[in-house]
């Protein structure tokens, strides 16, 4: 038992680390895809190619004024940008990873807590970090930052419903709320992006609202309000903000690959006649594939669409996505009914 204590410690030790790494060096990755789309070259001083450019913002950042309004609400102020990069962390914990690995005569999955309401525990954190952005906003006393932080706050909370909705149609297939259990219900190739595709399409939409991101970054749009909810931030405190963004987006991207494309599943993952360990090692690369190629999706998305006007926003959010996702899930509740009789 303590084998296994130490080993689950080393995990999350793991997980916490390559979820900050991701973390920072998508903010190179994001200037690289922004440059390559623009016909520029990028960042390509600090470094080979760059690559020591993540580096060289966090000393920015570090060393930069820790400035603190006057007027603003001291305690609150400094509580916004931590509950944000709580939240963002915290939901690394339920993602399975990989399958079974075997060490040191243990039997462990590549997962930091199995839980059995999985999705729900993220669905939590989710509503949450709402209060990270929100308290942010209002702490400040800027007019610029509040307006931000409620335009953030209402655009995630009407997003969190078609997400939610969306989200219940892949329950309801897989017949369960473990993030594990649906990733094992996939297995063989039966991904659920095949049996549910709008909801794919209806949750892949959510996230860039839920991480506003463009074309939904209407809270820190610079031509009518500045920095939006994080102007008045400065040093890590706006680190944290900016690193809060990045890691929800990883996050957006593995809980996409988990939910509807098998997560560490892959195509003849039984016909290698590999051992337990070596099929597991390559399902997380597989694994890591497909993040990296959905993080790519939301930079892509970024530097292509424009963004929408705040109530394009809310009319797609409360009168298209919410009734597709309900339509959605009678269309599936129907299925899963008449489904033996055919």
């Known amino acids: 038992m303590s084998t296994l204590l130490i080993i689950k410690t080393v995990l999350i030790l ?12 998508s903010t190179y990755l994001e200037r690289k895809v922004a440059a390559f789309l623009q016909d520029r070259v990028g960042p390509d001083r600090a470094g080979p190619w760059g690559i020591l450019q993540p580096l060289a913002d966090g000393g ?15 305690w609150l102020f400094i509580l916004g940008p931590g509950i944000a990069m709580f939240v963002a962390c915290m939901t690394s914990a339920v993602i399975p990873w990989g399958g079974n690995l075997t060490l040191f005569g243990e039997t462990f999955k590549l997962q930091v807590a199995n839980v ?28 610029y930052s509040l307006y931000g932080a409620v335009r953030a706050s209402s655009q995630m909370i009407s997003y969190e419903l078609a997400m939610g909705l969306s989200i219940l149609a892949v329950i309801m297939t897989s017949g369960s709320l473990s993030l594990g259990d649906i990733v094992e219900s996939q297995h063989g190739g039966q991904w659920n992006v095949f049996y549910q595709p709008l909801a794919f399409l209806l949750f892949i939409v959510c996230a860039f609202a839920e991480c506003n991101r463009a074309p939904f970054d209407l809270a820190e749009c610079e031509t009518e309000l500045i920095g939006g909810y994080h102007t008045e931030y400065s040093s890590m405190k706006l680190g944290f903000y900016l690193f809060a963004e990045y890691i929800n987006m990883f996050i957006s ?20 006649g590999l051992s337990e360990n070596a099929i597991t090692l390559i399902g997380v690369m597989v694994f890591f594939a497909k993040i990296t190629f959905f993080i790519f999706f939301f930079m892509w998305v970024r530097w292509t669409l424009p963004r929408f006007r705040y109530d394009q926003l809310m009319h797609l959010g409360w009168k298209t996505l919410i009734p597709l996702a309900i339509l959605n899930l009678m269309g599936t509740g129907a299925w899963l009914i008449f489904k033996d009789q055919f």
């Open 116 to 143: 059995d309401i999985g999705i729900l525990y993220i669905l939590g954190f989710l509503s949450i970090g709402v209060y990270g952005i929100m308290i942010g906003g209002w702490a400040s006393n800027n007019k």
């Open 14 to 25: 793991i997980v916490f680390g390559i979820t900050l790494g991701i973390a920072m060096y």
């Open 253 to 272: 991207s593995a809980i996409i690959s988990v939910l509807f494309f098998g997560g560490y599943n892959f195509p003849f993952m039984d016909d290698l």
């Open 60 to 74: 920015k950042m570090f060393f930069k004024e820790d400035f603190i309004p006057q007027k603003s609400e001291k």
